[in-house]
């Protein structure tokens, strides 16, 4: 696994640093400290994932500004080979900015001071291809200047439903549960269908939105603004009690 940290934090690069050795001892890991470096490392290196720092400089000795660190977002996701990014912020954010950033192709929004098993946890889901944000509840966070996320995170988004995207009701239970970053044999699992017919309903799913592959409807889905209906909608069962497709 080859990991780039873009902050201009020392401490939190090496405090990352440290979760992502002792989860997987043989990864690589790349530092950048600014929004220059961080970008020329992603366009040398072929990397698994990485982590932002939202609020960087552009430049070493440059002002940290959290319009340089989106920016950079839009561009990681934008390269041809792009990898999974989980953005970082110690600061409070309203909804619209989060939104901005989960549009911009952001896999994962993560608060600096989560714990080990939270920022574990969204690891795991950027490299199943999943989304991922904190659960509901307090979470601690370093500026108190702006309002609190805890009401962001309890504001669900509208709901998106199979008839929106143009889909039948089984692609979007597999849609559903894979942008929730479950693997493919694990989506099988849950619905109870053969894992042939997953990979079947993928391979639909991945041809009527043109990518090729989970990470590409991620991104697909987070530029259009749809990403957070899909992973928020309910299990059919729990919806409508349809019945479902063999």
Known sequence: MRILLIDDHSMIRAGIKHLIMKMQKKT???????????????????????????KLPPETGSVSNGEVGLNLLKSLCDMEKSAPVIVMTGEFLSRGAVERIMRAGAVSFVPKTSSSEMMLEAIQRALNGGVWLPPEGPIEVIDTATPNID??????????????????????????????????????????????????YLSKLYSRFGVIDLYGLQCHFA????????????????????????
């Open 223 to 246: 530029k259009t603004g749809q990403l957070l209906g899909i992973i928020s909608s309910l299990p059919r069962e729990q919806n409508d009690n349809a019945p479902g497709e063999c």
């Open 151 to 200: 009401a962001l995170l309890q504001e669900s988004p509208q709901p998106i439903t199979a008839s929106d995207l143009g889909i039948t009701e089984r692609e979007f239970d597999v849609l559903r549960l894979a942008m929730q970053g479950n693997a493919p044999w694990k989506v099988a699992r849950i619905l109870d269908i053969n894992p042939a017919n997953t990979r079947r």
């Open 28 to 54: 690589e890991i790349f530092e950048a400290e600014n929004a220059k470096q961080g970008l020329q490392i992603a366009l040398q290196q072929g990397l698994d994932l990485i982590f932002l720092d939202l």
